[in-house]
């Protein structure tokens, strides 16, 4: 259950969580370790419900683990929608304890500042959408942009809003090509399970975009992050903040000409490419979220 729980993910998301909840830090607001904990805590188990949850739901036909007999499999299925209930009942309950700890407010004409509450609500929303019939968008193509947008929107959002209580466009110049760069990543995951995704009938967004038009696409994602970076100064924003971004501009690079030698017919190297993808992403929020502690 460990694997099906994809750890990574979670990591991911305490990465993207830590970046938005150093940002208001940067911009002079103080502090808050119970709201930070709080949240921390309600967007890994609505990340750990997303993954299970999808589990639970996924066809009868495709296996959970290799070698499981059907009672196995009946077992491991229970177990995971009883983790996953009980993660999404946690998440209600933090949510609950924001509020009567003065960290979240409810959008009202009086206030109208309810963001935190309103992309709490969109989380949950995205995790039920993303796993759950009849929607389950991991089963109609946009799996990946769901993962992508919890991930590198959703939850660092959700960190900066309960410290800061208003929106900034300094989070929004780095949440979009984050975004992009997560949904790259996701991409590339595509391309090395391709052959199980054709013989279960996936849907996922690589077979929807098909191999001639997901490349390109793939380039396109790495290219417009890149592109925000590098816009930020003309944006009013010190390129001292945005810097370290560039660190990561090299392993980049590589990804781009790693999948296009792919695509030419070269030999793979899944590992390699996978990992480049996921330094990338990784890295690059790595970085960023240091230097906003370090400031």
């Known amino acids: 259950m460990l694997k099906l729980s994809r750890p990574l993910h979670l990591l991911l998301a305490a990465l993207t969580y830590t970046l938005g909840a150093s940002i208001p830090a940067y911009l002079g607001k103080p502090f808050q ?105 991991a089963n109609r193509g946009f799996g990946e942009l769901a993962l992508a947008a919890h991930i590198a929107y959703l939850i660092p959002s959700i960190a900066f809003l309960l410290q800061a209580g208003e929106n900034h466009r300094l989070l929004t110049i780095l949440v979009f090509p984050l975004t992009a760069l997560a949904l790259a990543y996701f991409l590339i995951l595509n391309f090395t399970t391709f052959t199980a995704d054709q013989k279960y009938q996936r849907a996922t967004l690589l077979r929807s975009l098909t191999w001639e038009r997901a490349v390109p696409f793939h380039h396109s994602l790495v290219s417009f992050a890149y ?4 816009l930020a100064p003309l944006l009013g924003f010190s390129f001292n903040l945005i810097w370290p971004a560039f660190l990561t501009l090299p392993f980049a690079v590589l990804q781009i000409i790693f999948l296009h030698h792919i695509s030419l017919g070269g030999k793979p190297n899944w590992t390699l490419l996978t990992v480049t993808a996921l330094a990338v992403f990784g890295l690059t929020t790595y970085f960023l979220t240091l230097t906003f502690w370090l400031r």
Not at 61 to 74: A, D, F, I, R, S
Not at 79 to 102: D, E, K, R, W
Not at 227 to 230: G, T, V, Y
């Open 33 to 137: 370790p119970v709201a930070f904990a709080l949240g921390l805590a309600g967007v890994l188990l609505a990340q750990l419900c997303m993954a299970l949850l999808a589990e639970v739901f996924r066809p009868h036909n495709e296996p959970l683990v290799e070698g499981e007999t059907p009672q196995q499999k009946e077992t491991l299925r229970n177990s995971m929608l009883y983790i996953s209930v009980a993660a999404l009942t946690v998440t209600v309950f933090i949510i609950y304890l924001l509020y009567i700890n003065q960290a979240l407010v409810l959008p009202s004409l009086r206030e109208p500042q309810g963001g935190a509450f309103l992309f709490l609500l969109l989380s949950i929303i995205l995790v039920l959408a993303y796993a759950m019939p009849p929607i389950r968008l």
């Open 227 to 230: 592109s925000m970076f590098a």
